[in-house]
Nanobody, 124 residues
Framework: QVQLVESGGGLVQAGGSLRLSCAAS????????VGWFRQAPGKEREFVAA????????VYADSVKGRFTISRDNAKNTAYLQMNSLKPEETAVYTC?????????????????WGQGTQVTVSS
């Protein structure tokens, strides 16, 4: 099993930035696609961004395109989500996930392993 641990969440003012990290166990991290999702209390989980094994292909939710950047460092078994120009409505628990099979996906059901999440709070 792949273990994923997120970090980097916290409190930030509207318009500010945070960088989230997703540390993965195992030597085969590079074989997995990585996605980021977020969920606010009482709200549906939504897709944020995903990246393929090489980092050459990325996809983003329309709501974050141009402000967020997903990346990965396979040598460090770590994926990242750089978040700029944060908005209060983006307050949520952000969770990373790993996908073992198939093409890069926006669907949570496509992912096999999940971290515990890290809280991001954006104040107005």
């Amino acid at each position: 099993q792949v273990q994923l641990v997120e970090s980097g969440g916290g409190l930030v003012q509207a318009g500010g930035s945070l960088r989230l990290s997703c540390a993965a166990s195992g030597r085969t991290f590079s074989a997995y696609r990585v996605g980021w999702f977020r969920q606010a209390p009482g709200k549906e989980r939504e897709f944020v961004a995903a990246i393929n094994w090489s980092g050459g292909i990325t996809v983003y939710a329309d709501s974050v395109k141009g402000r967020f950047t997903i990346s990965r460092d396979n040598a460090k078994n770590t994926a990242y989500l750089q978040m700029n120009s944060l908005k209060p409505e983006e307050t949520a628990v952000y969770t990373c996930a790993a996908q073992a099979r198939g093409s890069i996906s926006r669907n949570a059901e496509s992912y096999d392993y999940w971290g515990q999440g890290t809280q991001v709070t954006v104040s107005s």
